[in-house]
């Protein structure tokens, strides 16, 4: 797209596409699971499609150095003192479960280093 906001910018078009693999995977997930329950006597299952959200992780790279990575352990920009980055997109993958008590956990720790920093007037 070439849609811009109100002072010009592009926005941003985001989106999720399975993977072919993606796909496989919870398609042999799904036969597993209707083997299993049938085998302990269910007589219908109902694989449930995916729900259209996603927890998109990843893309920006937490590292010690600028020149590996966006942000230091603090979710802190190496480019911009004043920047700090409250998501996931410092995860380098997803793990089994919800990523938001993970996220929560990080942004809190987060918040005690901000407010020291600014203590401090570093930032």
């Known amino acids: 797209k070439d849609e811009k906001d109100e002072h010009g910018m592009p926005i941003a078009d985001v989106h999720f596409d399975d993977h072919p693999n993606d796909t496989a995977m919870r398609d042999h997930a799904y036969s597993q699971g209707q083997a299993l ?3 302990v ?6 694989p449930t499609p995916p729900y259209p959200s996603t927890h998109n992780l ?5 590292s010690e150095k600028p020149e590996d990575g966006v942000v230091n ?3 802190q920009s190496h480019d911009i003192k004043n920047l700090f980055v409250s ?3 410092q995860f380098t993958s997803g793990a089994a479960e919800n990523p938001t008590l993970t996220i929560v ?4 720790g987060q918040a005690d280093y901000i407010a020291a920093q600014m203590s401090a007037k570093t930032i």
């Open 37 to 39: 329950y049938a085998a």
């Open 41 to 46: 006597g269910a007589t219908r299952t109902f």
């Open 58 to 62: 990843g893309t920006n790279r937490m």
């Open 73 to 75: 352990k603090h979710g």
């Open 87 to 89: 998501d996931g997109s």
């Open 105 to 108: 956990t990080l942004a809190i």
